[in-house]
């Protein structure tokens, strides 16, 4: 397991700087303290950082339903912003409803106060290790 939390080895996670609180039974906390970088023109947080960040909470969220896959697919994901994002964040996905080879989640975005800044929707493929033939 890295620093960041993840078992997973994901560069671009760990080079915004999130973290992985939480991630059991079809659900993940992620959290990111956002550096200068991650900033807007308007001094919030991009919001490019914050769909990763919950994409990366959702995924994580599929991920925990199934300790043997290696990874998730982004199928697709739909994110609503609700208010500007400044501060720690937190992320939570919830994987709510499983297919055969699909899986979907949802979650929200949060400040520390508990604030809503964002939810988000997402389906996912799981991915495994390929066999040796």
Known sequence: M?????????????HLGMRLLEKASGRAR???????????????VHG?????????????AAR???PACTGAATVEIKVNFLAAARGPLLAEGRATRTGRTLIF?????????GGVLAKANGTFKLVYPRSEE
């Open 48 to 60: 490019g950082v914050l769909l990763s960040l919950l994409d990366v909470a959702l995924s994580s």
């Open 30 to 44: 992620v959290r990111l303290d956002p550096r200068p970088e991650h900033l807007n023109s308007w001094k919030g």
């Open 2 to 14: 890295s620093e960041t939390g993840f078992d997973i080895n994901m560069p671009f996670v760990e």
């Open 105 to 113: 989640s949802e979650g929200e975005l949060r400040d520390l106060e």
């Open 64 to 66: 925990a339903l199934d």
